[in-house]
């Protein structure tokens, strides 16, 4: 008899065991989450996560802590997330400069697939891109720059994130278009390329609409073009590139979240409605169009099709342009 106890007692505790084990397993979350920027601070990934961070961690009962890993042009962090755990403890929130053109123009530099390893948990919104000049600069147009870049090759100077940023992006599509030669001097973040500029170490920045607009706004930095379909609002003094008759050069910084392939339905199932949920908070969007940010939230299916649709359009450009190395 003292052996059949012993044999319950036993069992029982392996299943009270296994079975806590498996409530603890289906609740997420019970710590801290890390959302991995691949940007610098200052920057529009970081800019634009700190606009809804607060609300994410609300909704999850759980800290939501933003940790920066530059490096790269985006990436060294967005490689970070792709090869750490998969438990969704460990979540990015990216532009698509490291998703889209680094895989295309850097292959051989990127460890990742962005469709393969990577699930899209919601889209943000985005930042147009401009090029922009000091507001004591000589250069009232993109014409007066374009011109002055031919007569002198190679003696302006660009202020902008690294290699594939599509603000920098935009800067070499124009350059080939317009044959003229424009180098750039990469910054961790595009807060950092605007320091630059501000304190004349370069002519220009190539630069997202989100680390320039306090700047226009105060009237420290004049913007020649920017990379929209219409006008912006807020800044219609500034032409669209299609108007000045550079239709590709239209490249914007878009920001979204995901979690790396591999993390369980249930976490994935939890993330994106509080996801959805912060990024449609009205306090959220007032924060990310106060920042420069075009707020205009896409689900997961959505996400995926606007990566799919971005990375052939891309590979186009950049083959044509010259860009992929």
């Known amino acids: ?26 609740k997420y979350p019970t710590r801290p989450i890390e959302l991995v920027v691949p940007f610098a601070p200052g920057g529009t990934a970081d800019v634009g996560v700190r606009s809804y961070s607060d609300n994410l961690s609300k909704l999850l009962g759980v800290p939501v802590n933003v940790v920066n890993r530059a490096g790269g042009t985006g990436i ?20 698509d400069t490291p998703l889209l053109v680094m895989p295309v123009i850097s292959s051989k530099e990127v460890s990742y ?68 030669k424009i180098p750039s001097i990469p910054f961790e973040s595009g807060g950092q390329a605007v320091t630059a500029l501000l304190g004349g170490h370069t002519d220009m ?3 997202s609409l989100a680390s320039l607009s ?13 990379s929209m379909k219409t006008r912006h609002p807020e800044f219609p003094d500034i032409p669209t590139t299609g108007e000045l008759k550079y239709p590709d050069v239209n490249f914007v910084v878009w920001l979204a979240v995901f979690v790396p392939t591999g993390v369980p339905k249930q976490v994935v199932d939890t993330l994106i409605p509080a ?14 169009s106060n920042a420069g940010l075009i707020i205009e939230y896409m689900g997961p299916d959505e996400t995926r099709k606007l990566m799919e649709n971005g990375l052939q359009l891309v590979k186009q450009v950049a083959a044509e342009a010259g860009l992929i190395k």
Request: hydrophobic share 45%.
């Open 214 to 226: 306090p700047h226009l706004k105060a009237g420290k930095i004049r913007g020649l073009a920017i």
């Open 1 to 26: 008899m003292k052996g059949i106890r012993l044999f319950c007692v036993i069992t029982a505790l392996a299943l009270f065991v296994l079975f806590g084990a498996a409530l603890a397993q289906d």
């Open 275 to 288: 996801v959805e949920k912060a990024f449609k908070a009205p306090e959220v969007i007032q924060r990310g």
């Open 76 to 95: 060294q962090g967005t490689a970070y997330v792709a090869r750490g755990k998969k438990d969704g403890y460990t979540v990015l929130a990216t532009t």
């Open 205 to 207: 920045s190539s630069n």
């Open 113 to 180: 697939d962005p469709l393969k390893d990577f699930v899209p948990i919601g889209y943000f919104g985005y930042a147009p891109s401009i090029f922009a000049v000091r507001s004591d600069s000589p250069f009232k147009t993109l014409a007066d720059l374009i011109d002055y870049a031919r007569k002198n090759p190679g003696k302006l100077k660009n202020a902008s994130t690294g290699l594939g940023a599509e603000a920098r992006f935009n800067l070499d599509l124009l350059c080939h278009k317009e044959n003229i």
